[in-house]
């Protein structure tokens, strides 16, 4: 089994930053495809970017695309999404999961794909 626990949400303007973390413990974190996922109100739980075990390749949402960051140390356990340039329609819930399948850049969007998540932390953008 694996334990993720999300931090660093919370609020922020329009433009600005967030870089959030994900502690992961339990089963070898090295071995995890990485993903981060959201979710608003009313909508469903939506990709965001993902990244393999070694950092060497990632894959993100064309929404996302040139203002989010994902990278992982496996030294400590932790998966990271850094945010710049947020909007409004960025607030959300947003999760880490991980997943024992290697990583395909396509079917790594779904959330099939995953076997653990963590319990989310709220990101909200004011404009």
């Known amino acids: 089994q694996v334990q993720l626990v999300e931090s660093g949400g919370g609020l922020v303007q329009a433009g600005g930053s967030l870089r959030l973390s994900c502690q992961a413990s339990g089963r070898t974190f090295s071995s995890l495809v990485m993903g981060w996922f959201r979710q608003s109100p009313g909508k469903e739980r939506e990709f965001v970017a993902a990244?393999?075990?070694?950092?060497?390749?990632?894959s993100f949402a064309d929404s996302v695309k040139g203002r989010f960051t994902i990278s992982r140390d496996n030294a400590k356990n932790t998966v990271y999404l850094q945010m710049n340039s947020l909007k409004s329609e960025d607030t959300a819930v947003y999760y880490c999961a991980g997943s024992t399948v290697p990583f395909n850049t396509v079917l790594v969007t779904r959330r099939s794909r995953y076997d653990y998540w963590g319990q989310g932390t709220q990101v909200t953008v004011s404009s």
């Open positions: 990244i393999n075990w070694s950092g060497g390749r990632m």
